[in-house]
């Protein structure tokens, strides 16, 4: 999403209504968890004063992240809800640059895609899981995973099993009792 400060000129008196589709495939290179992002659907509306553009956003989609217990895929809805604010101003006239609630822009040219590659980020969360994944058992090469009932009811049908460090000895004992 990008837009010139002189395209934009034509908005400043009723505002921009803001309703596309962006692809935002960049997030799966800065956090490797996020292996596929749907199309992003922003709706919204930006206002202009003389030196920035408020923008009311709305973004919604889906990422596909890996199950923290199964590591199949998982789909995770996302929704946003924002208030961006790109500046225009000179830079001699510029705040604090790291102001985090505005996003300054150099040149001629609003490029709004890293802000919303910046909100799909902060939305990714530390951990997912599939929803039949407690239920399922799993192996693999030397594990198994096993939900806690799972593991109580194995231990009561399995027999005692005897250390084979220890097995001579049972024997042993075994002897000395006849």
């Given at each position: 999403m990008k837009w010139s400060i002189h395209q934009l000129s034509k908005f400043r008196r009723d505002?921009?209504?803001v309703d596309t589709i962006v692809q935002l495939d960049d997030v799966?290179?800065?956090?490797s968890d996020i292996r596929k992002v749907s199309p992003i659907h922003v709706t919204g509306q930006c206002t202009f004063s003389t030196s920035q553009m408020t923008c009311q956003l709305h973004l919604s989609g889906e990422l596909v992240l890996p199950c923290a217990r199964t590591w199949e895929d998982v789909n995770y809805p996302i929704?946003?809800?924002?208030v961006e604010i790109f500046?225009?101003?000179?830079?001699?006239?510029?705040?604090?640059?790291?102001?985090e609630d505005i996003h300054y822009v150099d040149g001629e040219v609003i490029d709004a895609t890293p802000v919303l590659e910046e909100l799909v980020l902060l939305e990714v969360p530390m951990?997912?899981?599939k929803d039949d994944s407690e239920r399922r058992e799993r192996d693999g090469k030397g594990w198994t995973y096993k939900t806690?009932?799972?593991?109580?009811?194995?231990?009561?049908?399995?027999?005692?099993?005897?250390?084979?460090r220890l097995?001579?000895?049972?024997?042993?004992?075994?002897?000395?009792?006849e």
């Open positions: 505002g921009m209504p799966m290179e800065r956090n929704e946003v809800d924002t500046s225009f101003v000179d830079e001699a006239l510029r705040g604090n640059e790291e102001d951990q997912v899981f806690d009932d799972q593991l109580v009811l194995q231990k009561q049908n399995d027999e005692p099993k005897v250390d084979p097995a001579d000895l049972a024997k042993f004992l075994d002897q000395t009792d």
